[in-house]
């Protein structure tokens, strides 16, 4: 089975620096800003609900590639305390844009998905994911 090519990812809304600096994380993430790469991701995923849910194979395949290379977590540790600093703010991105927080929440779905441990769901996601759908499970959510 071929691996994943960079073709096969929606990353055509990002400007031509930005694809270029996806495209190179894919293949080579130690030649990168993994931080920057990372926030981009995030920043994306919260404006666009269908990169949303494309992030998480995109940030699955720029891990694989960085444990492969160096056996490197710098672009997972910088994705998680990003997820986590989103988390915490969460009310306050819910009141602002419902539209952002579903995004949020598809993308830290389909990160908590993607992203394995010893085969295992990140673990320090687990709260945040059960925390988001309860949140969207509440009545009257759909409603502000």
Same mark, same amino acid.
């Given at each position: ?9 929606? =990353?055509?809304?990002f ?19 993994? +931080? ?16 949303s849910?494309?992030?998480?194979r =995109?940030?699955?395949? =720029? ?10 977590n710098?672009f ?5 305390n ?8 969460? +009310? ?10 579903? *995004?949020?929440?598809t ?5 908590? @998905? ?16 059960? @925390? *988001? ?12």
């Open positions: 089975m071929m691996e994943n090519s960079t073709d096969d990812y929606r =990353i055509q809304s400007d031509l620096d930005t694809q270029m600096l996806l495209k190179t994380a894919l293949k080579d993430p130690s030649s990168v800003n993994l +931080e920057k790469v990372s926030n981009v991701i995030m920043d994306q995923s919260l404006k666009d609900q269908v990169f849910k494309e992030a998480g =995109i940030c699955y395949t =720029i891990v694989q590639a960085e444990a492969k290379q160096n056996n490197g710098v997972r540790r910088n994705l998680l990003r997820l986590q600093q989103e988390f915490k703010d969460r +009310e306050e991105t819910r009141e602002r844009s419902l539209q952002e927080w579903v *995004c949020y929440v993308f830290i779905c389909n990160i908590f @998905d993607y992203l394995k441990v010893n085969n295992m769901p990140m673990v320090a996601l687990v709260h945040p994911v059960f @925390d *988001c759908l309860m949140r969207l499970a509440q009545p009257g959510c759909s409603n502000e």
